[in-house]
């Protein structure tokens, strides 16, 4: 097994994972330390060669946006100071002998973040990874658009009356790939001889297993989305204590045995984080990486980590989301942290503070939550797209975005099979 640099003389630092975490951290840390020239180099090393920009990933399996609009290479990304980007799965870390193994090769390291984000959950529930299409990657989203323009060629040859929709879970995901998916079925139907036809229905239900939906967000923002939902002309249908114990070909079955049949069966309902076996005590039978107030995983100062795949205790002793922007917003004081510890200075502790809460429905609408302030409609939607397209990394996708964006307003979705 060949070492990588174990007689250098500069500081290294690797990073696992080209998402949101991963990028933000190497940009923050990049700022910081870029000037330290040849004492310190980056490692990346991910299983992906791009970075996906996922709030937009319902957009891409609805026909609005193609997948090169919401991915950019991680070269792209990560460009200065690179001594190797490496695409490859985490095998283990061994945190004591400082050193992340790969299939054919290990890489030591100085100093280390964990940012292997998370992958889709089924819970065990039988038939649910067989026949359910989870959106968390851009395979899924292609999958699913393919999925639902398949099922549309075949209810046009059988000339049926009603196409059937439906989503386990009802987070943020389900809720805006809902809509989206409600929208897109409409706008489908000129297009097939058949399906024309006004009394052609597009039924979407969400079956979510708790009571409230979009966790996270206010009663007012519910309410708003409830209001949305129920408008007239919306066969769009939210079922709580909708628990899934089962799932077949054509039917999900609930725990209290009410069979609900689909045409169309999507996974929303929930991640599991993607945590490599490394040999510290604290992680050792956790699902994801318990990290103290600096993102250090105890007791090891240079290895931290942060997003989906770490679990950060706030000052109530709640643990964050997983989100974007938590993810976000933890690279900055981890970045920070480094530096200090390069520079032998103390720590500074991180507190979240978040800063709003988006959900789009459908096009022409959307709930922007800044504190109590909840705006909806069109206002809200085109608040929704100047935020997004802030936080996409590089100009080219900017632009890209914008001109996409223009072009949606005045032409139809792509409802091409790829
Ligand atoms: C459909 C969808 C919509 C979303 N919408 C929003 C939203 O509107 N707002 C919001 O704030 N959040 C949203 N999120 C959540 C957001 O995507 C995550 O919280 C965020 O991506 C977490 O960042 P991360 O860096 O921890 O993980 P990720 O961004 O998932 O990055 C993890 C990286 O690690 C790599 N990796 C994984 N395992 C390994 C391994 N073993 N070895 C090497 N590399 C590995 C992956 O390839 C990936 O590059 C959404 C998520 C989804 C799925």
Redo the contacts with the bound molecule.
């Keep these: 097994m060949q070492k990588k640099g174990n007689l250098r003389k500069n500081k290294r630092v690797v990073i696992?994972?080209?998402?949101?975490?991963?990028?933000?951290l190497y940009k923050n840390l990049h700022a910081l330390m870029h000037n330290e020239g040849d004492n310190l180099e980056f490692i990346i090393?991910?299983?992906?060669n791009?970075?996906?920009f996922?709030?937009l990933?319902?957009e891409v399996a609805t026909g609005s946006l193609s997948p090169g609009d919401i991915t950019s290479a991680?070269r792209e990304n990560f460009s200065c100071c690179i001594r190797e980007i490496i695409l490859?799965?985490?095998?283990s870390i061994d945190a004591y002998k400082k050193k992340i193994v790969l299939k054919n090769e290990s890489i030591s390291f100085d100093y280390l973040v964990i940012?292997?984000?998370?992958?889709v959950n089924f819970w065990g529930i039988e038939g649910a990874e067989r026949y359910a299409i989870p959106?968390?990657d851009i395979k899924d989203a292609i999958k699913l658009k393919n999925q639902i323009i398949s099922t549309f060629e075949l209810a046009n040859e059988l000339k049926k009356k009603t196409i059937k929709i439906v989503l386990v879970g009802g987070g943020?995901?389900g809720i805006?790939?809902a809509v989206e998916i409600f929208e897109f079925g409409q706008e489908m139907k000129p297009f097939y001889e058949n399906l024309k036809v006004e009394d052609t229905r597009i039924i979407v239900e969400v079956l979510n297993s708790s009571e409230e939906i979009v966790p996270g967000f206010s009663q007012k923002v519910r309410n708003k989305i409830m209001t949305t939902l129920s408008k007239e002309g919306s066969d769009i249908f939210i079922k709580t204590d909708s628990n899934v114990k089962k799932v077949n070909e054509k039917e999900v079955i609930l725990s209290d045995g009410k069979k609900v049949n689909y045409d169309v069966l999507v996974w929303?309902a929930g991640?599991k984080p993607?945590t490599?076996e490394i040999n510290i005590d604290s992680v050792k039978n956790t699902e994801k990486i318990k990290v103290n107030k600096f993102f250090n995983i105890e007791p090891f100062k240079n290895i931290f980590s942060?997003?989906?795949?770490?679990e950060f205790t706030d000052y109530n002793g709640k643990s964050l989301?997983?989100?974007?922007?938590?993810?976000?917003e933890e690279s900055k004081i981890c970045a920070e942290n480094i530096y200090r510890l390069y520079k032998n200075k103390d720590f500074i502790p991180f507190e979240y503070k978040e800063k709003g809460?988006?959900?789009s429905l459908g096009r022409n609408n959307a709930i922007v939550s800044i504190n109590t302030i909840v705006l909806t409609g069109k206002t809200a939607w085109i608040l929704w797209k100047f935020i997004?397209l802030a936080l996409m990394y590089g100009r080219g996708s900017r632009i890209r975005l914008v001109l996409k964006w223009i072009l949606n307003s005045i032409s139809k979705r792509d409802i091409s099979r790829i």
């Design positions: 696992l994972g080209g998402g949101f975490g991963g990028v933000n090393i991910s299983d992906n791009y970075f996906l996922t709030p990933l319902h991680l490859e799965k985490v095998i940012a292997t984000g998370a992958s959106l968390k943020a995901t805006e790939l929303s991640v993607n490599p942060i997003g989906d795949v770490s989301p997983q989100l974007a922007q938590v993810a976000t809460l988006l959900l997004y």
